[in-house]
């Protein structure tokens, strides 16, 4: 019997770190422009009035959009994320998907990149529709930017 309750155990512990480790990714981005595009990417996302508009000093962007409650398994909040840096006529910044806790998941926080793969392949086209959207803002097209997968934000 402690055996049978050990391996349960375990396998119980196995989920969790499966569940807190499988969507935990985000999008990087980095791309050469001509001048500074924060301030008319955060002319359109206001216009928008999708989008929550946060300045952290003069050449950092963060842009939010909070998606309601789309399913049971997805209890609490959902909110689509861009942070944009500017320097030296680069500009670099992340896309990620956050769930502040999914029963799928154990109630796990968790994010998620725009990227290829499997894990969100329902939230994925619309998160890469917000993404274009920025970028087009910015003046870039998707073919101008390097994007790179990895680890939380």
Same mark, same amino acid.
């Given at each position: 019997?402690?055996?049978?309750?050990?391996?349960?155990?375990?396998?119980? /512990?196995?989920?969790?770190?499966?569940?807190?480790?499988?969507?935990? *990714?985000? *999008?990087?981005?980095?791309? $050469?422009? &001509?001048?500074?595009?924060? =301030?008319?990417? =955060?002319?359109?996302?206001?216009?928008? $009035? &999708? @989008?929550?508009?946060?300045?952290?000093?003069? $050449?950092?962007?963060?842009?939010? $959009? *909070?998606? #309601?409650?789309?399913?049971?398994?997805?209890? %609490?909040?959902?909110?689509?994320?861009?942070?944009?840096?500017?320097?030296? =006529?680069?500009?670099?910044?992340?896309?990620?998907?956050?769930?502040?806790?999914?029963?799928?998941?154990?109630? /796990?926080?968790? @994010?998620?990149?725009?990227?290829? %793969?499997?894990?969100?392949?329902?939230?994925?086209? @619309?998160?890469?529709? &917000?993404?274009?959207? /920025?970028?087009?803002?910015?003046?870039? &097209?998707?073919?101008?930017?390097?994007?790179?997968?990895?680890?939380? #934000?």
């Amino acid at each position: 019997m402690a055996a049978r309750v050990r391996s349960v155990g375990m396998a119980l /512990i196995l989920l969790v770190v499966a569940a807190a480790m499988s969507g935990c *990714t985000v *999008t990087r981005f980095r791309a $050469d422009v &001509q001048g500074n595009p924060l =301030a008319t990417v =955060a002319e359109h996302a206001s216009e928008e $009035d &999708q @989008y929550a508009v946060e300045w952290e000093g003069e $050449d950092t962007l963060k842009l939010r $959009d *909070t998606w #309601p409650v789309h399913s049971v398994f997805t209890l %609490g909040w959902t909110t689509f994320n861009a942070e944009l840096h500017y320097a030296d =006529a680069e500009l670099t910044g992340s896309f990620y998907w956050w769930n502040s806790s999914l029963l799928g998941c154990l109630f /796990i926080p968790m @994010y998620l990149d725009t990227g290829p %793969g499997f894990a969100g392949a329902a939230l994925k086209p @619309y998160m890469r529709r &917000q993404r274009k959207e /920025i970028l087009g803002w910015a003046g870039l &097209q998707e073919s101008d930017v390097e994007f790179t997968h990895g680890s939380s #934000p």
